[in-house]
C-alpha cells in the first residue's frame, strides 16, 4: 500500500464547477497535511496546509480533513482554465522528519 | 523577500560521474529539504538539514548526501551517477521543522546519458 494514494487523473471539470480532489493517508500519526500544483515543467506551488480535523477555506480554495478516516480533499470553487494542473498532496510522517507525496491528480478545466 | 533559488537550472552528465547541485533557501528559512521528482511522479524525500545538521533521511543511498551552510544554503552531492537518477530534484526551504510548509525552488533538471 502507497503511504499517500491520489486518483491519477485526469479529472475533467466545465469551467465555473467545483472540482474535488481525494488523498488517502496510510500512517495514522501524521500531523500536517499539504496541498500543491504543479504546473506543467514547473515546481509546486503552496496551496493549502492543514493541521486539524475539519474545513479550511482560503479564497476559492478549501481543504478538508479526517483523521479518523485518514482521509483529506481539496475542493476548487468555481473553476478557471488557469487551475488546470498537476495536484499533489503531502503529508508530514509521524516523527516530522519527511514529507510524503502522492503522486498526483491532473486537472483539466474546459472553457 | 527573496525565495528559494537552485542552481544550476539543467544538468547533463554521464554514467559515473560526480554532481553538486546548489540551493538557497528563502529568506529566514533555516530548515532545507530536497527531493527527487521523477516524471509522472510525485517528489520523493532524500534528506533534510536543519541548522546544518542532517534532521532525517529518505530511502536514498549513502552515494546522496548533502551539506548545510551558515547562511543556510544547501548542496545536494551525488556520487556515481546512474541512469534512473535522471529526474527533477527540488529544494524546499522552510522556518522551523518539516511540519511547517515547505516552499520549493524552481528545480534542477538533471539527464544522466
Known amino acids: 500500500q502507497k503511504e499517500v494514494e491520489q486518483n491519477s487523473g485526469p479529472l475533467s471539470v466545465p469551467e465555473g464547477a467545483i472540482a474535488s480532489l481525494n488523498c488517502t493517508y496510510s500512517d495514522r500519526g501524521s500531523q500536517s497535511f499539504f496541498w500543491y500544483r504543479q504546473y506543467s515543467g514547473k515546481s509546486p506551488e503552496l496551496i493549502m496546509f492543514i493541521y486539524s480535523n475539519g474545513d479550511k477555506e482560503d479564497g476559492r480554495f478549501t481543504a478538508q480533513l479526517n483523521k479518523a478516516s485518514q482521509y483529506v480533499s481539496l475542493l476548487i470553487r468555481d473553476s478557471q482554465p488557469s487551475d488546470s494542473a498537476t495536484y499533489l498532496c503531502a503529508v508530514t510522517s509521524h516523527n516530522n522528519n519527511d514529507m510524503r507525496f502522492g503522486a498526483g491528480t491532473r486537472l483539466t478545466v474546459k472553457p | 523577500e527573496t525565495g528559494v533559488t537552485q542552481s544550476p537550472t539543467h544538468l547533463i552528465k554521464t554514467r559515473g560521474q560526480q554532481v553538486t547541485l546548489r540551493c538557497s533557501s528563502q529568506s529566514g528559512h533555516n530548515t532545507v529539504s530536497w527531493y527527487q521528482q521523477a516524471l509522472g511522479q510525485g517528489p520523493q524525500f532524500i534528506f533534510q538539514?536543519?541548522?546544518?545538521?542532517?534532521?532525517g533521511r529518505g530511502n536514498f543511498p549513502p552515494r546522496f548526501s548533502g551539506l548545510q551552510f551558515p547562511n543556510y544554503s544547501s548542496e545536494l552531492n551525488v556520487n556515481a551517477l546512474e541512469l534512473d537518477d535522471s529526474a527533477l530534484y527540488l529544494c524546499?526551504?522552510?522556518?522551523?521543522?518539516?511540519?511547517?510548509?515547505?516552499?520549493f525552488g524552481d528545480g534542477t533538471r538533471l539527464s544522466i546519458l
Open positions: 538539514y536543519y541548522r546544518e545538521e542532517e534532521n
Open positions: 524546499a526551504s522552510s522556518l522551523g521543522l518539516s511540519d511547517q510548509p515547505q516552499h
